[in-house]
Structures are given as structure tokens and as C-alpha cells.
């Protein structure tokens, strides 16, 4: 096993600092990505390039030193493989011809060879990386990779998904069941070519009411969770339910999850108080992207909350494309001891 930063925190292991790693922190913020992306052509070539992803997952660890890399791929590999048309437009994300009825749900046909190319880059990553660091593989929630399959693609409120749910409960809850299956699969496939933590997104969970929130996030979680750890019961999964809210507390008691991620709408203080659990979380990104010095103030701030409990520091979401380097820099020299007052 590797013995990681972040998991001795995981293991409640008492730590000079927390470990820390950023959710999207390789991507379109560094020049070394945007030299790559601009070369390889369309997204998905670079995902589904080994070589290539390697490199991009590997560059936010030597410019920052971070104490995980997470492979660069997309959430959205999993209806790719299973036959789904699927496209990035620049400026419009993700594109997939939708699921609209029982029909088109039966023919859902998973491919894990399709994946291949991820396991072989997170070969590539593990041969490169730091025997001290983690790799992080993941996949999407199957609530959220089904929001994607039925509305093909992004949407404010996910209300037409919310509609087909009700209305088509059959053939959405066959969606569902591809996907946690598939999911399952691909996560395995991630640790055996050596990612030793994995996390579920989760980015559309904050949607849902109550009962919809317990059927689609927590029933459809909790099965990956036991399949997996069926298969690799040393392995932590971390959960990241963004917008669950008061949620969160069932979240962290129901679906088994090792660790859970906090957004930036939670704070810390009450995540702290009420959930169990080694938490991860929850800088804002767009005030990284903003202002440095409170930046800085703001990861003190959450240093300070999480002191004495098992703690990954992280964002509260994705970096965002337009955040300085600078700014990247001196929330790392934060976390590492290395700036006690604002620059």
C-alpha cells in the first residue's frame, strides 16, 4: 500500500499538516496544459491519449509539489463506453445524444475497452510519480453521469432529467444500474493499474429533494461503495456530493464512503461538527482565482477549523480556467508551513 500523506489522514494518523491536492488541478489554468490542448486537438484525444494524459496529470505535482496527482480523463468516459455519441463544443461543454426511453437504455452496452487508454496513462503516472504520493482515479456519480445521458448535456436545473425520472422511472432506473455496474468495473480497472484512492463526483447532487436525493445519490453510491470494496476493501473512496447541504450528514452515514468532500456552499465548522468522517475540502475557487492574500487568509481560516481533525485541504470545486499561478502558489506554501502573513 502506499503510504501517502493522505492516507495517514485517512487513518486519522496525527499530522504536522494536512495533505492536499485541487480539484481539476491539471488543466486549462497551467501553460503546459494549454501548449498541450492546443497540439493534441479535440479533448477527448487527450484523454483517451496515454501518454499525453500522463504528462498532464503529472504537471500540476512538479510545479506545486501536491500530495496527489488525479488522472486526467472525464466523467463522462463512462457513456462514451457504453456506446453513447459523445463531443466537447468549445464554450458549450459536453454534447451525447440523449436517453429518452426503455429502448435506448437497453441498448446501453458497456465496453471496458474503451478505457484501456486511462489505465494505461495511469500506468505511465504511477512509473512517474513519487512512491509518497497518491493517484487519484474517479467517476461520476451515476445521478450525475445520468443528468448528462438523458439531457445531453449540461443544464441549469436538470429539471427535464428530474421529469424523465419520474415519468420513465423504469427506464431511468436502468440507466442507473448500467452505470453503477460500469462504474464499479472502472474503478477497479483504475486500481489495479495503480490509483490507490478514488473519489465520486458528484456535481449535480444538490438538485434533488429529499426522497429523489435518497433514491438517485445515496441507494445508487452506496451499491458502488459495497461492490467495490468487495473488490478492494483497502482502497478509500472518496465521496464529493456537491450542494447536498444539510444532506450531506445521510450522505456520510448511509453510502460508506471513506472520505467526504465538502463544497464551497457548506462550511467547514458545521461539516466539522456534524459529520464523522475525514473530511476534504473546501476553498473557494473563484476566490483563489481572485484575490491572493485573502485567498491565503481563507486556507489559514480552514487550517485553523479542521486542526485536530483528519483533514485532505482541497478546493470546494474545480479550479478555474483563469486562476494566476501565483495565486496556486501561495495557498500551497499555506498548507506547507511555508507563509504565515499575507504577500
Not at 436525493?213 to 456537491?242: A, D, M
Not at 487550517?303 to 470546494?316: A, H, T, Y
Amino acid at each position: 500500500m502506499i503510504d501517502s500523506l493522505i492516507h495517514r489522514a485517512i487513518g486519522q494518523e496525527k499530522l504536522k499538516r494536512p495533505p492536499f491536492w485541487f480539484m481539476r488541478q491539471a488543466g486549462r489554468y497551467l501553460p503546459e496544459y494549454r501548449k498541450i490542448r492546443a497540439d493534441v486537438g479535440g479533448f477527448l484525444n487527450l484523454c483517451y491519449n496515454p501518454e499525453l494524459a500522463a504528462e498532464v496529470t503529472l504537471q500540476p505535482i512538479k510545479r506545486f509539489d501536491m500530495d496527489a496527482a488525479i488522472i486526467f480523463s472525464d466523467i463522462l468516459v463512462i457513456p462514451h463506453a457504453m456506446g453513447m455519441d459523445l463531443s466537447f463544443e468549445v464554450g458549450e461543454g459536453p454534447k451525447l445524444t440523449p436517453i429518452r426511453n426503455l429502448q435506448a437504455a437497453k441498448e446501453l452496452k458497456f465496453n471496458h475497452k474503451h478505457l484501456l487508454p486511462v489505465t494505461e496513462a495511469i500506468k505511465i503516472v504511477r512509473g512517474n510519480l513519487d512512491s509518497k504520493k497518491s493517484l487519484i482515479g474517479f467517476c461520476g456519480s451515476p445521478w450525475t453521469v445520468a443528468c448528462y445521458m438523458v439531457e445531453g448535456g449540461s443544464s441549469r436545473d436538470y429539471e427535464f432529467v428530474r421529469n424523465f425520472a419520474l415519468r420513465e422511472e423504469k427506464s431511468f432506473a436502468l440507466i442507473i444500474d448500467k452505470i453503477v455496474k460500469a462504474s464499479v468495473y472502472y474503478l477497479s480497472m483504475q486500481v489495479k493499474a495503480g490509483a490507490d484512492i478514488v473519489q465520486i463526483f458528484d456535481s449535480w447532487a444538490g438538485v434533488l429533494s429529499e426522497n429523489e436525493y435518497r433514491k438517485w445519490v445515496i441507494e445508487p453510491t452506496k451499491e458502488i461503495v459495497t461492490l467495490f470494496k468487495s473488490i478492494h476493501n483497502q482502497t478509500p473512496i472518496i465521496g464529493f456530493p456537491r450542494g447536498s447541504g444539510m444532506k450531506y450528514e445521510i450522505y456520510a452515514k448511509e453510502t460508506g464512503v471513506d472520505v467526504v468532500g465538502i463544497d464551497v456552499q457548506t462550511p467547514m465548522s458545521l461539516a466539522k461538527e456534524r459529520i464523522a468522517k475525514p473530511l476534504q475540502g473546501n476553498l473557494c475557487p473563484i476566490l483563489l482565482a481572485n484575490d491572493k492574500n485573502a485567498a491565503i487568509a481563507e486556507t489559514k481560516r480552514i487550517l485553523d477549523i479542521m486542526k485536530g481533525k483528519p483533514f485532505i485541504f482541497n478546493l470546494g470545486h474545480g479550479i478555474s480556467q483563469h486562476t494566476p499561478i501565483e495565486n496556486v502558489e501561495a495557498v500551497c506554501k499555506v498548507i506547507k508551513g511555508e507563509i504565515i502573513d499575507p504577500l
